[in-house]
Structure formats: structure tokens, C-alpha cells
């Protein structure tokens, strides 16, 4: 046997490594078919068993080739993976539930604070003042100077009227005095009323939504120069005597106190004036030029109260004033100060209630002020 000569060795040192990694790229091929035929016998159509295809079982015709319905085709080449070099973003966590609204239907009761007005409490559960009137006759007897801190009001869920049940009433009659139909106080949730057997309880109290009513006036009769002497009837203030002739208006009005805004009560059916922001103490002007008809207390809840008729048509009210500081009969001109703001009469707090008429009606004074 012949041996291997020293000097062969040299080139089978250089060939084995070749041969090994020869072997190895015929095995991974070897394996790689071994993996596809696999892959393409699950996914080719069988009915081996009782087993068959998605698409015979739903009885259509397996996909063709260029077909995508199953998804992309093969050939389709796929975006490379790239990592971004932007900022990430990041949601933020909200630990608060977003609570729907749901609309109330019963009556509150409201305790009055200092400060309050009819006005105010209307704004802050969203219904018009004239329905907490309606609802507190018993308590403010359709006067919203009559609020008092400590009292307790109806406040209704909707704007209308609140009425308690007497013997003999029905619902169509009821109804037809609030000017509402009677299946809308039936439907009413917050009523209680059983739909198909509406028997109502005398001394049950209803909310009539939609309902209303007239309202009592509680209002200073206008004074004219030439008949001042009316005005004794309504406190020790009223004037008497012919005040005729005298100082005659501008025709035009400025703001009667130093603040612009009100702090109150604003003008509604209820309250035929403004309630000025002003502190105890703080001058009051003449809005005008004209006569003072009235100069003094009032016995209608107005405290202190000054009247000027302007000689145009016009008068100008000044109520719940702390202090008077003209006469009956005096010419006042605009700009003057006829007396200092105060909490006098029917007030919950120092302010200036302040009335603009012309020829005897109401005119809401921001229609007039500059």
C-alpha cells in the first residue's frame, strides 16, 4: 500500500475545507425544498378526509393568480423596514369620564345666599326669572325685592309655573289657565301622573312646563311736575304742589353712577330697571336735566327714592339711595349728585335701582344709556 507522500499533504489541507463547505450549501438547499413542498401542500386545495378548500366551502372558484382577494399577491415587492428618525408621538392619559347632561325633572329647593337676586339665581339653573317668581308666589308674592338671604325657593326644571292641586280642578282647566295643553302637565315626568288614570291629589303641587301667568306689578306710579302732589299717597317723600315750568332735559342720559354694569337684577318683566353696581355711600348723578317730583321714603319697598320728571316726557327713578340730598321741587341738571347708593327698602346689598319711563311706560334703560 502506498503511503502519502509529505509532500501531498499540503494540497489536501487546501481542499478539505472546500469539500465541508460544499456539503453544507447541499444540505441547506436539501432542507429548503423539504420546507416549501411542505408550505405548498397545506396550501394547495385537498379534499383528503373530507377536508376542503375556504373557497369550495363557500362555494367559489380558488383564487386565480393575479388575484388579491386573499390578500397581496406574491410579486407584490413589500416597503424595506426603515426606523424613523422623527420624535415619537404619545397619547396622553385622560383620567377624567366625560359625564353626559341629563336634563332634571323635579323641583329643587334653593336656600337664598347674601347677594342673590331673583335675576342671578334665574342665570345659574338656566331658566328665566320670571318662572322662579312663579314658582315662590308664597314666599316673594311676585316681588323680587322681597328676596331675603335664608329663604328656601322652588326651582323648577324647565321655565313655567308651579301650582298646587285644589278640589273640584281638572287638568284641562288648569291647563288652560297656565295657556298649555293638559297632556303637557300629564307628560310631565317629574308629576307623577298616571297617563291613563290621571287622578290628582288635592295639595299635590305640579310643574306646568311652559305655563304662564301675569305677574303683580310692584311699581312707583309715574309723577309728572304738574301733579306732583300724587305722590303723597306713597310715602313721606311724595311732593305736593304745581311744579310746572322748570329745568327741561337734554333729551340725551348719561350713566347715573360711576359703574357701568349691574350688579342684580337686570331689566325683565319682573323688574322694569336695572340694579347699578354700587357701593354704600357712592354718588348717585341726575341723568338728566329736569325737576325732582319725588325726594324721600317710600312706603312700595324703594327705600329712599328720588323721581325726576325732565320736562320731555321722560322721568328717571333712583331707588333704595342711602341718603337724599335735593328737594321737592328742585331743578336738577345732569350730572348733578341728588343723593348716595344705598341698601334701603326691599335690598339684599347696596346697589342703585335705576327706572328710565317715557310718557308714563317703561323703557328698558339700556336702550337709552351711553
Do not use: K
Not at 25 to 34: E, G, V, Y
Not at 233 to 256: E, H, K, R
Amino acid at each position: 500500500m502506498r503511503s502519502l507522500s509529505p509532500r501531498r499533504l499540503p494540497w489536501l489541507a487546501h481542499a478539505l475545507p472546500a469539500l465541508f463547505g460544499l456539503a453544507g450549501l447541499l444540505s441547506a438547499a436539501w432542507a429548503t425544498w423539504l420546507n416549501v413542498g411542505q408550505v405548498q401542500a397545506a396550501s394547495s386545495p385537498s379534499t383528503a378526509g373530507g377536508v376542503t378548500s375556504p373557497h369550495e366551502a363557500a362555494g367559489s372558484s380558488p383564487p386565480s393568480p393575479g388575484d388579491t382577494r386573499d390578500g397581496p399577491s406574491p410579486d407584490v415587492a413589500l416597503p424595506a423596514f426603515a426606523v424613523s428618525d422623527e420624535e415619537p408621538l404619545y397619547r396622553l392619559a385622560n383620567p377624567h369620564t366625560t359625564i353626559p347632561h341629563r336634563s332634571r325633572v323635579d323641583v329643587l329647593r334653593y336656600t337664598v345666599q347674601p347677594g342673590d337676586s331673583v335675576f342671578g339665581i334665574a342665570d345659574a339653573f338656566g331658566v328665566h326669572p320670571e318662572t322662579v317668581l312663579w314658582g315662590n308666589y308664597e314666599v316673594l308674592n311676585d316681588d323680587p325685592h322681597l328676596l331675603r338671604p335664608g329663604q328656601e325657593l322652588n326651582i323648577l326644571p324647565v321655565d313655567g309655573t308651579y301650582y298646587q292641586w285644589q278640589p273640584g280642578d281638572t287638568v284641562e282647566a288648569v291647563a288652560g289657565f297656565f295657556g298649555v295643553d293638559a297632556q303637557e302637565i300629564i307628560d310631565w315626568p317629574g308629576n307623577y301622573v298616571d297617563p291613563v288614570d290621571p287622578e290628582i291629589q288635592p295639595g299635590t303641587w305640579l310643574a306646568v312646563p311652559g305655563g304662564r301667568r301675569a305677574l303683580r306689578t310692584w311699581v312707583v306710579p309715574t309723577i309728572a311736575r304738574g301733579r306732583a302732589g300724587v305722590g303723597t299717597a306713597l310715602g313721606s317723600g311724595g311732593c305736593s304742589g304745581d311744579f310746572s315750568g322748570g329745568a327741561v332735559g337734554t333729551g340725551g342720559f348719561i350713566w347715573p353712577t360711576g359703574n357701568h354694569y349691574t350688579s342684580g337684577n337686570d331689566y325683565w318683566s319682573g323688574h322694569l330697571a336695572i340694579d347699578i353696581a354700587a357701593g354704600l355711600g357712592a354718588p348717585v348723578w341726575a341723568a338728566d336735566t329736569g325737576v325732582v317730583v319725588y325726594a324721600g321714603w317710600s312706603n312700595g319697598g324703594y327705600g329712599n327714592m328720588v323721581m325726576i320728571d325732565h320736562g320731555n316726557g321722560w322721568q328717571t327713578l333712583y331707588a333704595h339711595l342711602s341718603q337724599v340730598n335735593v328737594q321737592c321741587g328742585h331743578d336738577v341738571f345732569q350730572g348733578q349728585t341728588i343723593g348716595l347708593a344705598g341698601s334701603t327698602g326691599n335690598s339684599t346689598g347696596s346697589h342703585l335701582h335705576f327706572e328710565t319711563r317715557s310718557e308714563g311706560g317703561f323703557v328698558n334703560p339700556w336702550y337709552v344709556l351711553p
